[in-house]
């Protein structure tokens, strides 16, 4: 089974910006791979999709416009490009591929004020 591994994470500032990956053990390029986050006390969210064929995906309110997903099938990653981070933005990040209900596990985001 595919599995998937997050990095990026980290203590930053509001303001700042990161980049998460998500890299998968075996090959992803047919299949769509989605963002979620579980902030301290809630529940887990999808916020953003990197569909395979490329093109624009879903993006929670919360962070659109802020957020970009994208993928680079040559390298099995996801990516998750984070601007203008904010306190409330901070969470567990997730990459999950649906086809196998499989999730990766996690990567801790902190934006301080």
């Known amino acids: 089974q595919v599995q998937l591994v997050e990095s990026g994470g980290g203590l930053v500032q509001a303001g700042d910006s990161l980049r998460l990956s998500c890299v998968a053990s075996?090959?992803?390029?047919?299949?769509?791979i989605s963002w979620y986050r579980q902030a301290p006390g809630k529940g887990r969210d999808l916020i953003a999709t990197?569909?395979?064929?490329?093109?624009?995906?879903y993006y929670d309110a919360a962070v659109k416009g802020r957020f970009t997903a994208s993928r680079d099938n040559a390298r099995n990653t996801v990516y998750l490009q984070m601007n203008n981070l904010k306190p409330e933005d901070t969470a567990m990040y997730y990459c999950k591929l649906p086809k196998t209900q499989t999730w990766g596990q996690g990567t801790r985001v902190t934006v301080s004020s």
């Open positions: 075996g090959r992803i390029r047919t299949d769509d």
């Open positions: 990197a569909p395979w064929t490329g093109l624009t995906g």
